[in-house]
């Protein structure tokens, strides 16, 4: 029974008493403290003022680097487009046509030229961003052949050229090395 009322006497001391309420306030802001960190972090990774400040940092490593934002991605895509043509198949090349064209629209697009279609948005670039603008438009059209007609036929060189006068467009864009 003594040995129960020491046990009581410990735990009821001031000094236990004021170690385990300094611990459990210790713990209780801890906890707070991670609760709020986590609400911030969700709040800014949803805000549209973050992706405001991701494009704002984006642009200015574009800006300190004087290297467009999609060089490397273009740069990836490019090969996956140009291995297309190491195959004997017309479907591979139509698709390498396809990809390129589509690569193209995209980028411009996000260089904000304007128009619907990329053949509005080719309307749109000026001989100063493209300068052989006539020759990506006679690619486009050649790309919607092969879209709308099932029955266009290809060849390899064909493939090849057009494919050139993409890459060359890409260039003139700085979106390659």
């Known amino acids: 029974m003594e040995f129960l009322l020491d046990i009581v006497a410990v735990v009821n001391s001031p000094g236990l008493q004021e170690n385990l309420f300094v611990a459990s306030l210790r713990w209780l802001f801890f906890m707070l403290s991670a609760f709020f960190l986590m609400f911030i972090v969700y709040v800014m990774t949803t805000s549209p003022t973050w992706k405001e400040m991701n494009t704002l940092v ?22 996956k487009i140009m291995a297309r043509l190491d195959t004997e198949n017309e479907a591979e090349y139509k698709l390498a046509i396809i990809e390129a064209d589509t690569t193209l629209g995209e980028a411009l697009q996000k260089m904000s030229v304007s128009g619907e ?20 438009m006679s690619a486009h059209q050649i790309r919607n052949s092969i879209v709308y007609d099932p029955n266009y036929k290809i060849s390899q060189a064909d493939t090849r050229r057009v494919l050139e006068i993409y890459e060359t467009a890409f260039r003139g864009l700085d979106l390659m090395e």
Do not use: C, H
């Open 58 to 79: 984006a642009d200015t490593s574009e800006f300190l680097s004087y290297r467009p934002r999609g060089l490397r991605k273009v740069g990836r895509q490019w090969k």
């Open 117 to 136: 279609t990329t053949e509005q948005r080719l309307g749109q670039v000026t001989k100063i961003m493209i300068p052989t603008v006539d020759n990506v």
